[in-house]
């Protein structure tokens, strides 16, 4: 298993923006593909951005497509997601990923998770 770590969270206004990283570390890296989950209080847990392990594929739930951007920088273990134009109803735990399976939208598919990071929008 990959072991991850969280971090670039914090409280920002409506429209503005904040990058989360994740920093892995285990070996083949590249090999995992990778997602960013999050759980708002009294939700479920709702998938928001996944890559290949090459990169060369991602996936953006609906509600963040436009303006959320994951990408990855392989040889720093590192898997980033770019959020703008923030709304309030961005806000949430943010959770990264990891899978050994090829990327999937679907939280069981992966077994390796960070411990999380708070995103919080105010209007």
């Known amino acids: 298993q990959v072991q991850l770590v969280e971090s670039g969270g914090g409280l920002v206004q409506a429209f503005g923006s904040l990058r989360l990283s994740c920093v892995a570390s285990?070996?083949?890296?590249?090999?995992?593909?990778l997602g960013w989950f999050r759980q708002a209080p009294g939700q479920e847990r709702e998938f928001v951005a996944g890559?290949?392990?090459?990169?060369?594929?991602?996936i953006y739930a609906d509600s963040v497509k436009g303006r959320f951007t994951i990408s990855r920088d392989n040889p720093r273990n590192t898997v980033y997601l770019q959020m703008n134009s923030l709304k309030p109803e961005d806000t949430a735990v943010y959770y990264c990923?990891?899978?050994?399976?090829?990327?999937?939208?679907?939280?069981?598919?992966?077994?390796?998770w960070g411990q999380g990071t708070q995103v919080t929008v105010s209007s």
């Open positions: 990923a990891a899978a050994q399976a090829a990327l999937s939208t679907n939280s069981r598919m992966y077994g390796s």
């Open positions: 890559i290949g392990g090459s990169g060369g594929r991602t």
């Open positions: 285990g070996r083949t890296f590249s090999w995992y593909a």
